[in-house]
């Protein structure tokens, strides 16, 4: 089937590649899992031979109408719907959501789901290999940035293995990589949208001094026991929770 450009559509279709993830996943037969962006079904197949449902999210209607065809229903329930739009709190406590993320949306889809980390058992996606590499970045790494704290805040990352563009069709333009992420067993325990507002403002002033980047007074940095010359990349997820409460509380 031809992809859509403006679906950022990327068919993988290596069976060595499919099976590792398949491992990685180890679905079991009752599992509640959620494939975002099932395209033509080549992750949809073996993970339906693990589990005994699968639900699928596609927003290309051709693509979700075609795997509705093939699956009965009792099998498979496919959702057409932009996933970046989609409540996922609708899915059971405890729910596991894989796929092949589309390239073109994978970094605010990536922050949509944090939002839901309370009801996820664990994640696994195929990413960019360069997302992969900031979402598990070290602070004071050229890599860590906003999507390695507001990411490692709430989950426990992994990387697992790169996989090169032939494993796709057509081939992307990058290399890729599969990662997994678990819950941490500790929820974020501030104001989640003073949160994000604080790591996005951080991080647009990234090249200035803590002092300049964050709406803090001199009195919080030294009851903080952060250094205000340093830079937002040189904090760690911890500290932006420490940074948070502080605003809040005052």
Same mark, same amino acid.
């Given at each position: 089937?031809?992809?859509?450009?403006?679906?950022?559509?990327?068919?993988?279709?290596?069976?060595?590649?499919?099976?590792?993830?398949?491992?990685?996943?180890?679905?079991?037969?009752?599992?509640?899992?959620?494939?975002?962006?099932?395209?033509?079904?080549?992750?949809?197949?073996?993970?339906?031979?693990?589990?005994?449902?699968?639900?699928?999210?596609?927003?290309?209607?051709?693509?979700?109408?075609?795997?509705?065809?093939?699956?009965?229903?009792?099998?498979?329930?496919?959702?057409?719907?932009?996933?970046?739009?989609?409540?996922?709190?609708?899915?059971?406590?405890?729910? @596991?959501?894989?796929?092949? /993320?589309?390239?073109?949306?994978?970094?605010?889809? %990536? +922050?949509?789901? $944090?939002?839901? #980390?309370? &009801?996820?058992?664990?994640?696994?996606?195929?990413?960019?290999?360069?997302?992969?590499?900031?979402?598990?970045?070290?602070?004071?790494?050229?890599?860590?940035? @906003?999507?390695?704290?507001? /990411?490692?805040?709430?989950?426990?990352?992994?990387? %697992? +293995?790169?996989? $090169?563009?032939? #494993?796709? &069709?057509?081939?992307?333009?990058?290399?890729?990589?599969?990662?997994?992420?678990?819950?941490?067993?500790?929820?974020?325990?501030?104001?989640?949208?003073?949160?994000?507002?604080?790591?996005?403002?951080?991080?647009?002033?990234?090249?200035?001094? %803590?002092?300049?980047?964050?709406?803090?007074?001199?009195?919080?940095?030294?009851?903080?026991?952060?250094?205000?010359?340093?830079?937002?990349?040189?904090?760690?997820?911890?500290?932006?929770?420490?940074?948070?409460?502080?605003?809040?509380?005052?």
């Amino acid at each position: 089937m031809k992809t859509r450009k403006r679906f950022g559509q990327h068919f993988l279709h290596d069976p060595g590649v499919l099976k590792r993830i398949v491992e990685a996943i180890a679905p079991a037969p009752g599992d509640a899992i959620v494939e975002i962006g099932p395209g033509e079904g080549a992750l949809t197949r073996p993970l339906l031979e693990c589990v005994r449902h699968l639900t699928a999210i596609e927003i290309d209607r051709d693509l979700a109408a075609r795997l509705a065809e093939e699956f009965a229903g009792d099998r498979l329930t496919v959702i057409c719907a932009d996933a970046l739009d989609y409540d996922f709190s609708a899915f059971p406590s405890g729910v @596991r959501i894989a796929g092949n /993320l589309p390239y073109n949306i994978s970094t605010p889809l %990536l +922050f949509h789901l $944090a939002r839901f #980390a309370d &009801r996820v058992r664990d994640m696994h996606f195929m990413l960019q290999r360069e997302v992969v590499e900031r979402m598990v970045a070290k602070p004071s790494t050229s890599d860590y940035g @906003r999507l390695s704290v507001m /990411l490692q805040a709430r989950f426990e990352m992994r990387k %697992l +293995f790169n996989v $090169a563009p032939g #494993a796709f &069709r057509p081939p992307p333009k990058v290399d890729s990589a599969v990662v997994r992420l678990v819950p941490l067993r500790e929820r974020l325990t501030c104001d989640e949208t003073a949160f994000e507002k604080i790591v996005r403002e951080a991080f647009s002033a990234r090249r200035k001094t %803590l002092r300049n980047a964050l709406p803090l007074q001199p009195a919080d940095y030294a009851e903080l026991g952060i250094d205000p010359k340093l830079r937002p990349e040189n904090l760690s997820p911890a500290d932006y929770l420490r940074i948070t409460k502080r605003v809040c509380a005052r």
